[in-house]
C-alpha cells in the first residue's frame, strides 16, 4: 500500500498517525507528513543532505527524535525537510540522510509544531506493514 | 485502565481527594466544581496525576488547579512539590515552553477614549509592529554573546539597554530573573532556534490584548495594582519560544538515557534528583530559557510602549503603561514552604500554574504586600481575563499555588472543524472585539469555546479562598501569533 496519513485530536496539542508497509518507508512517510503539516508550498529546488544518526530504545523512541529532527531544521535553521533516505534502521539506531531544502517566499507556515513528544507515541505492526502515532506540542 | 473521576472523594464543593492507592506515594487534590469535573472526566488527566503521586520524594498532595487537562507528563494545570535530596526534578513537569507566563501593563488612558478609529489603528499598528506568529523572528538576531547575557540576567538584559526601567523588574516574580542559570548546559540547538525569536510573541496561545477593566470586586487590592474600572489595560502572553522547547526536549533525551535516573514508565515523567550531574545541568539550562521568556515579555513590552505612544501620539508618561506583575507559567523553583508547621525548601514544579503568594511574603514587592501577589488569570479572547490575590491559605494548601487560565475545553482539531465556514473575526467584532491573527487556523484554534469558561475556573480559586477576586478585564483588541 501506498504510505498514509493523518491527524489525530488531542486535548491541547495535535497527534499524528502515519501507516506504511516497512518500517523505512514508515519513517519516511512520517518524515514528509510533519513536514507538510507544518509547511505548505513547493517541494522544488536542489535537496541538501544531512547525515541523521539518532538513537533510541525502541522504533517509537526513534521516530520521535526523527520529527524532532525535522522540528529543529525548520525552527532553527529555515529547513524544509522533504526525504529521508534509511541506510540503517533496527529498535536501538536510525542513520541515513534526510533531504532539506530552504524555506521561501513561496512557502507558508502551517501548524506550529514546537516539539514532538513521547506521550503516547508508537509505532506497531499492522497487517502486513507498520503504523505510527505521535502527539505534538503546539 | 484510565482512572474515572467515580474514583474522586468529595473535600468540599472545591476540592476532591483522588486517593493514594496503586503505586501513588500520595494522594491528589483536585481543585474543581462539578462542571469542570465534567471535563476531566474525557481526558487523561487524573492518570497523570497519578503518575506525578508516583515520583519518589513528592512533598505533599499531587496537585490539580482547576483549569487543569491532560498534558505531557504532568497535566496541564499540574503542581507538585518534591523534596531537594529525596525528591525529583522532571523537564515533564516544567513543560516544553519554559517560563511560558504572563504579564499585565495598567495605563493612564481610558479604554472608553480608544473606541473607533483608534483602537483599530493602534491595533493594527500593534499587529503590524510586533512579530507574532509561527517561525516570526524578533527585532534583532542575537549572537553569542547577547544570547548568554539575556540567559544569565533575564529582563534585566533588556532593561539595561533602555528598554524598560527597573521598575519593571521589580514587578516581576523573581525580579524577572531565576537564579542559577547556566547557559553552558543550553544546546548549540536551543540557541539557534533562540537567537533571532528574542522579543516576539510566538504562536499558538500566545496573544497581546487590549482589555478594560470592567469590574473592580476587591478596591483595596485593586488600588494597590493600580487598577480601576473603565481603564486600558495590556495582558501579554508569552514564552520561551523555541529555546525553550528545545531545552525541554535536549533533557528529557539526555535524562531517558541516563541510567541514574528515575524512569516511570510514561517517558514524559522522566526524573533526576537535583542535585545528581543532569539534575543540576537541567536547572541550569531551565532556568536560562525562563531567563530568555521573562527578557522575551520585556522586549515586547517595550514594543508595545513605543507602538502604543507612536499610534496615539502620547508619551510615555501620559501613557502611563506601567507592570501590573509577570508570572511565570511552567517553571520549577526551590522555594520555601510550611510543610505539616515547619519551613522546608522543596523544589516547585508548576506547569500551567501560577505562583500566588499570599499578603506579608517578604518576596512580594512593598506596594503589594499588604495585599498579596497578583494572580494573573487570562481567559480566551472573547469573554474576559481576571486578576486575583494569592491568599495565606494558597500557601498552606497548594504551595501557593493558582490555576493559569481557562484551560482547553477541545483540541485544537475539534476547533477548527467547528470554525470551519464562520467568520469568526466577523463573530468577535459582532461583540466589539477586534482581532488580528497571522493565520485562520489559530484563529479557529483559539476561539471561545475551545476553552472553558474562565470564570468558572476563577469561582473555584474564589470559592476555595485559595486566590481571590480583584477584578476582571474584557478584551477590546487581540493579536494572536
Known sequence: MAARHGTLTHTADLGLWVEADSLPELMAAAVEALSRLMTAGPRQGEIAWLPVDLEGRDYAELLVELLNEVVYRLDGEGLISVALEVAELSPVRLAGRLGVIPRGPGHEAGEPVKAVTYHQASVTPLGAGWRARVIMDV | ?481
Open chain 2, 1 to 481: 485502565m484510565p482512572i474515572s473521576i467515580d474514583v474522586l472523594q468529595q473535600v468540599d464543593a472545591y476540592r476532591w481527594r483522588l486517593p493514594r492507592h496503586g503505586e501513588m506515594l500520595t494522594e491528589g487534590l483536585v481543585l474543581a466544581d462539578a462542571d469542570l469535573l465534567a471535563h476531566l472526566a474525557k481526558d487523561g488527566t487524573l492518570d497523570q496525576l497519578y503518575g506525578v503521586a508516583c515520583l519518589p520524594g513528592i512533598v505533599g498532595p499531587a496537585l490539580a488547579m482547576p483549569d487543569a487537562h491532560q498534558g505531557y507528563g504532568f497535566p496541564i494545570g499540574g503542581v507538585a512539590a518534591f523534596d531537594p535530596v529525596e525528591g525529583v526534578v522532571s523537564p515533564g513537569g516544567v513543560g516544553y515552553d519554559i517560563n511560558c507566563g504572563v504579564r499585565l501593563l495598567r495605563s493612564k488612558l481610558a479604554a472608553a477614549d480608544l473606541t473607533g478609529q483608534p483602537l483599530t489603528r493602534l491595533i493594527d499598528a500593534l499587529a503590524a509592529g510586533v512579530p507574532a506568529g509561527v517561525g516570526e523572528g524578533g527585532p534583532q538576531r542575537l549572537g553569542d554573546p547577547d544570547l548568554r547575557r539575556v540567559m544569565e540576567l533575564g529582563a534585566a538584559w533588556a532593561v539595561g539597554r533602555g528598554w524598560g526601567s527597573p521598575a519593571d523588574l521589580e514587578f516581576c516574580e523573581a525580579g524577572g530573573a531565576l537564579q542559577g542559570a547556566d547557559p553552558d548546559a543550553v544546546s548549540q540547538r536551543a540557541m539557534q532556534r533562540g537567537r533571532d525569536q528574542a522579543g516576539s510573541l510566538g504562536a499558538g496561545n500566545h496573544f497581546l490584548e487590549l482589555g478594560e477593566v470592567v469590574q473592580v470586586y476587591d478596591a483595596q487590592a485593586a488600588q494597590a495594582f493600580g487598577l480601576t474600572e473603565g481603564q486600558l489595560v495590556v495582558w501579554i502572553h508569552s514564552g520561551s519560544r523555541g529555546l525553550g522547547h528545545q531545552v525541554c526536549d535536549d533533557y528529557l533525551r539526555i535524562l531517558g538515557r541516563d541510567p541514574q535516573a528515575i524512569h516511570p514508565r510514561d517517558r514524559q515523567l522522566v526524573a533526576t534528583r537535583p542535585a545528581s550531574e543532569n539534575g543540576r545541568a537541567y536547572l541550569g539550562a531551565m532556568a536560562a530559557a525562563a531567563n530568555f521568556a521573562f527578557n522575551n515579555r520585556q522586549m515586547l513590552t517595550m514594543r508595545l510602549r513605543d507602538i502604543t505612544g507612536q499610534s496615539l501620539g502620547l508619551g510615555p508618561a501620559a501613557l502611563g503603561l506601567g507592570l501590573v506583575y509577570d508570572v511565570a507559567h511552567n517553571v520549577a523553583k526551590l522555594e520555601t514552604h510550611q510543610v505539616q508547621g515547619r519551613p522546608r525548601p522543596v523544589w516547585v514544579h508548576r506547569k500551567g500554574a501560577t505562583r500566588a503568594l499570599g499578603p506579608g511574603h517578604p518576596e512580594l514587592p512593598d506596594r503589594y504586600r499588604a495585599v498579596g501577589q497578583p494572580v494573573l488569570v487570562p481567559g480566551d479572547m472573547g469573554r474576559a481575563s481576571y486578576v486575583l490575590k494569592g491568599t495565606a491559605l494558597a500557601e498552606e494548601q497548594t504551595f501557593a499555588s493558582s490555576a493559569h487560565g481557562a484551560g482547553r475545553a477541545m483540541s485544537r482539531t475539534q476547533a477548527k472543524k467547528l470554525g470551519q465556514g464562520r467568520r469568526l473575526e466577523q463573530e468577535l467584532l459582532a461583540q466589539h472585539i477586534l482581532v488580528r491573527a497571522k493565520s485562520r487556523a489559530t484563529l479557529a484554534e483559539e476561539m471561545p469555546e475551545a476553552y472553558k469558561d474562565v470564570a468558572t475556573v476563577v469561582g473555584v480559586m474564589h470559592g476555595a479562598g485559595l486566590a481571590t477576586l480583584v477584578a476582571r478585564t474584557r478584551p477590546l483588541a487581540v493579536i494572536k501569533g
